[in-house]
Structure formats: structure tokens, C-alpha cells
């Protein structure tokens, strides 16, 4: 099992900046993608950012040169950068993952997601 667990949302005014964390804990894995997620009262679930591999990343249209993933594959972390944060901005952000487990006889692919940080926008 691979665990998920987010860290840094808060209060800001808008203008502000956030950084959220993320770190990947549990059994032997290897982590391809990881990425940000976000979802809004009433609103579906969307991508924010996600980074896989040594790949360029990909952002939403609505966050592009506002926010910022990397990850530190040898911490297992990764992270989202807001600056220039909008009231559009709030909402719940989930950090997802998609790897492989290892156990001592075979391995499976896994996608897991965290509890959640919440992000808030004054304006």
C-alpha cells in the first residue's frame, strides 16, 4: 500500500502565494506520475498539474505560468508552487500518484490520492 500525504494549504489573500506539499510513504514502490488535482464546491474534479518521469510537465490552461510542480523522486515528494493566486483558485487540492508495488513475488500498479488540502482565496 502506498500512502499519500498533503501539506501546506491555508488562508491567502489574492496576489499571494502557496506551496503545497506532498509526500509518498508505504511499501516498496516506484512512483511514474504524480500530480496535483483540485476540486471546488460543486464543481467536478480537475487536473491542475502532473509530472511523470523526466518529462516536461503539464498544466492546466488556467494555472499556466502561475504554478509550478517538481518532485524529489529521492524523497518521494512532490509539489505545487501558486503564486499570483485568484479566488478561482479555491478549492480542495488532492495529490494523486501512479506507480508500481513491489512485493517479494510480484508487483502491481497502483493509483492512490490524498486526504486533501484545502486552499482558500480572499479577494
Known amino acids: 500500500q502506498v500512502q499519500l500525504v498533503e501539506s501546506g494549504g491555508g488562508l491567502v489573500p489574492a496576489g499571494g502565494s502557496l506551496r503545497l506539499s506532498c509526500a509518498a510513504s508505504?511499501?516498496?514502490?516506484?512512483?511514474?506520475?504524480m500530480g496535483w488535482y483540485r476540486q471546488a464546491p460543486g464543481k467536478q474534479r480537475e487536473l491542475v498539474a502532473v509530472?511523470?518521469?523526466?518529462?516536461?510537465?503539464n498544466y492546466a490552461d488556467s494555472v499556466k505560468g502561475r504554478f509550478t510542480i517538481s518532485r524529489d523522486n529521492a524523497k518521494n515528494m512532490v509539489y505545487l508552487q501558486m503564486n499570483s493566486l485568484k479566488p478561482e483558485d479555491a478549492a480542495v487540492y488532492y495529490c494523486?500518484?501512479?506507480?508500481?508495488?513491489?512485493?517479494?513475488?510480484?508487483?502491481?500498479?497502483?493509483?492512490?490520492w490524498g486526504q486533501g488540502a484545502q486552499v482558500t482565496v480572499s479577494s
Open positions: 509530472i511523470t518521469g523526466g518529462r516536461s510537465p
Open positions: 508505504g511499501s516498496t514502490f516506484s512512483l511514474r506520475t
Open positions: 494523486n500518484a501512479f506507480g508500481t508495488v513491489y512485493s517479494a513475488s510480484s508487483q502491481a500498479q497502483f493509483e492512490t
